[in-house]
T-cell receptor
């Protein structure tokens, strides 16, 4: 099956700085890569996604990049705000419709 | 779109008891997933339905776990003879084909 690794496990940044979270995956057939934000006591919420035929996607302060050759993808958050503080998960979906999640990154934005 | 609804939000039970959780997916979503999440970990896949058919089960899903999705609408996850190791957040998610998962807020199970 697929194996998704995520780094770092914790990340602290000053408000206004950028945050980068990186993930690698093992199954070259994986074709869809969503990112989720999870706040305390809630389920994960989709924030951005990318398909394997695209190298980069941006939505306001959030961007995701995908390198299929190296099998890694990254989440970039610019101009961070305190409300960005949460746990972020990357995921990879294989051709069998299963989603495999990373172990999460706890992001703290310091005002 | 009222979102994925899970009940109860919290469940405390004694070891050895049976528990049942319910998930109501987004109405037009034909796929429904159950995941388990422990502290500091990402969601771990348990099982997946397409309409009423259970298409895949993880090896994590022991014989004490059973899931159903009668008529392809809501789903239930039952755990029999609960153990302390079953304590976790149980997440339900639904989706359309080739679309992202939409998660509920989970049921937190504590086995004492």
């Amino acid at each position: 099956g697929e194996n998704v690794e995520q780094h770092p496990s914790t990340l602290s940044v000053q408000e206004g700085d950028s945050a980068v979270i990186k993930c690698t995956y093992s199954d070259s057939a994986s074709n869809y890569f969503p990112w989720y934000k999870q706040e305390l006591g809630k389920g994960p919420q989709l924030i951005i996604d990318i398909r394997s035929n695209v190298g980069e996607k941006k939505d306001q302060r959030i961007a995701v990049t995908l390198n299929k050759t190296a099998k890694h993808f990254s989440l970039h958050i610019t101009e961070t705000q305190p409300e960005d503080s949460a746990v972020y998960f990357c995921a990879a979906k294989n051709t069998g419709n299963q989603f495999y999640f990373g172990t999460g990154t706890s992001l703290t934005v310091i005002p | 779109d009222t979102g994925v609804s899970q009940n109860p939000r919290h469940k405390i039970t004694k070891r050895g008891q049976n528990v049942t959780f319910r998930c109501d997916p987004i109405s037009e979503h034909n796929r429904l997933y159950w995941y388990r999440q422990t502290l500091g970990q990402g969601p771990e896949f348990l099982t997946y339905f397409q309409n009423e058919a259970q298409l895949e089960k993880s090896r994590l899903l022991s014989d004490r776990f059973s899931a159903e999705r009668p008529k392809g609408s809501f789903s239930t996850l039952e755990i029999q003879r609960t153990e302390q190791g079953d304590s976790a957040m149980y997440l339900c998610a639904s989706s359309r084909p080739n679309s992202p998962l939409h998660f509920g807020n989970g049921t937190r199970l504590t086995v004492t």
